[in-house]
């Protein structure tokens, strides 16, 4: 979109939110870059340039604007919604695959060469997976620089950085301020408020909290409605208003609470390695489905004058995701032709017998255990297992192919490649292969045409109620339809629609 200068310049004037995170603007005569909504005076056009990402900006010498904090803004919605080279390397970026193992490390796993990679990603956000990472680096360092108390050192090493003195050199260059005079200035200003917890008088000690910011609208009934209707007891839970659950993280383990506010989604972390925190981040704004571009899904949708009334009542719904692709994986196995009770027991009897105990930092909390990994299934026997034999074989063999790297599910899976080989999993029908390329894949255009939910909701809408009638249909949904299920689903009475208490 930044090509695009006419559109662009009305998005500035106009401060339009819609387009944070889609593109950035350079000031030229300041020096400054900002976010689409800026709250200062607009500049003049011939003195705007309009550039992809944060790290290009960074990486062409322009500072982050004090008012509007563009490293903060919501990430584009491009990567979540696209499956090819560039959007699958975004969500590796961003989930800290560069700072663990390098730019070769991600060319492997996009099955690329480094130089390939380095230049597709210039070529579209103006910037190398290095200067991506920088960039990020250095928010999650304002991050904890702003929200908590740590040692400087400490914070450097955290946010990914190698050295103290690169660290230095990276916030003063990006944000034109030391380390120390981004605390202080934090310390006296409604800055400091972003931790929730603390500006509420109840910061719990070793905890991070944060705001994550949002497309608006959002609607938290379906998506935090769902995550607690399906918690698996241990691992998940809603309480005091807050959906929390327990994380499996590259360098330890971590607990986050995350509660639905009208402009935000406050989050709680506890982290036994601050180096997670990047990837903590980032996996709960994926569960959350929070780069999300409303307005782009709900007018496809509203187009459909059967679906426009649902769309009109409950603008902003997004899709219940997750924060293990290989977790859910499993879940939606249990799942298979059994209530959501049924499936919440079966689950929370591996997680009793295999699951890796943790401490839940608040006393009253019911947090246990992280969800077993797959090695840790792989030796599974089978007739420890309360289910049919059929679905004992088909969870045998997923956990297997799961540990054995034959069968790769993250958030860089080539979407097509993963369902093919689902596809071939013994037990696998075309609803598990969906509903987890749908909430562990992360594909917006996911459908499950032969979901009880969705047939039920058709027909009372007066849509084809068959799966092949329903497919047809629902052709002009692409490419979200995945979203369009989260409507239909809001249709029945149902846990999973509501906001708990």
């Known amino acids: 979109m930044y090509t695009d200068t006419e559109r662009c310049v009305r998005a500035v004037q106009s401060k339009d939110a819609r387009f944070d995170g889609w593109f950035f ?3 030229r005569t300041t020096g400054i ?3 689409p909504s800026c709250p200062a005076v607009p500049p003049k056009v011939e003195n705007m340039t309009f550039l992809p990402s944060a790290a290009a900006c960074q990486q062409s010498g322009y500072r982050a604007c004090k008012r509007c904090r563009p490293d903060t803004s919501p990430g584009s919605p ?7 080279a560039v959007a699958r390397a975004m969500r590796l970026i961003q989930d800290g695959v560069v700072d663990r193992e390098g730019v070769p490390g991600l060319a492997t796993r996009l099955g690329y060469s480094a130089r390939q990679v380095e230049r597709q990603l210039n070529a579209e956000l103006g910037a190398g997976p290095l200067a991506l990472a920088r960039a990020q680096r250095a928010q999650t360092a304002r991050l904890l620089i702003e929200t908590s108390e740590l040692p400087m050192g400490d914070i450097a090493f955290a946010a990914g950085f190698s050295s103290i003195r690169t660290f230095n050199d990276t916030v003063r260059e990006v944000f034109a301020l030391a380390p120390s005079d981004l605390r202080t200035r934090a310390g006296k200003g409604p800055l400091r408020a972003r931790s929730e917890g603390e500006a509420a008088g109840a910061r719990v000690p070793g905890t991070i909290s944060l705001r994550l910011p ?7 009934d379906n998506l935090f409605g769902h995550l607690a209707a399906t918690a698996v007891p241990g691992v998940e839970e809603w309480r005091a208003g807050a959906y929390r659950r327990t994380l499996r993280l590259p360098y330890g383990t971590g607990v986050v609470a995350l509660t639905p506010r009208p402009d935000h989604i406050a989050c709680r972390l506890a982290l036994t390695d601050l180096r997670d925190l990047t990837i903590a981040i980032s996996r709960c ?6 780069d999300a571009d409303p307005e782009a899904v709900d007018e496809q949708l509203r187009a459909d004058p059967l679906l426009a009334p649902l769309v009109d009542k409950a603008p902003g719904r997004r899709v219940p995701r997750t924060v293990d692709a290989e977790e859910f994986a499993v879940r939606a196995v249990l799942g298979q032709q059994v209530s959501t009770a049924a499936a919440r027991t079966h689950a929370a009897r591996l997680v009793r017998a295999h699951g890796e105990p943790v401490a839940d930092p608040d006393p009253e909390g019911g947090l246990t255990h992280l969800f077993p990994s797959s090695q840790a299934l792989a030796g599974l026997d089978p007739e420890s297992l309360a289910l049919p034999r059929s679905r004992r074989t088909t969870l045998t063999t997923l956990v297997s192919a799961l540990a054995d790297g034959s069968l790769p599910l993250a958030a860089d899976s080539d979407w097509e490649s993963a ?3 689902l596809g071939a999993v013994p037990g696998f029908g075309p609803w598990t292969t969906e509903i987890i390329a749908m909430r562990a894949l992360g594909d917006p255009d996911a459908f499950l045409p032969a979901d009880l939910g969705i047939r039920r909701a058709a027909k009372g809408l007066g849509l084809p109620s068959t799966p092949a009638a329903l497919t047809a249909r629902a052709a002009r949904w692409r490419p979200w339809r995945a979203y369009a299920v989260q409507y239909l689903w809001a249709t029945e009475d149902h846990a999973i629609n509501v906001l708990p208490a």
């Not at 491009?78 to 090819?84: H, I, P, S």
């Open 285 to 290: 704004r994926r569960l959350l489905d929070l």
């Open 419 to 421: 369902r093919a080989r």
């Open 214 to 220: 949002f497309r608006a609208p959002l609607n938290p």
């Open 25 to 27: 603007t350079a000031v």
């Open 33 to 35: 870059y900002c976010r």
């Open 78 to 84: 491009e990567w979540n919604a696209r499956a090819d």
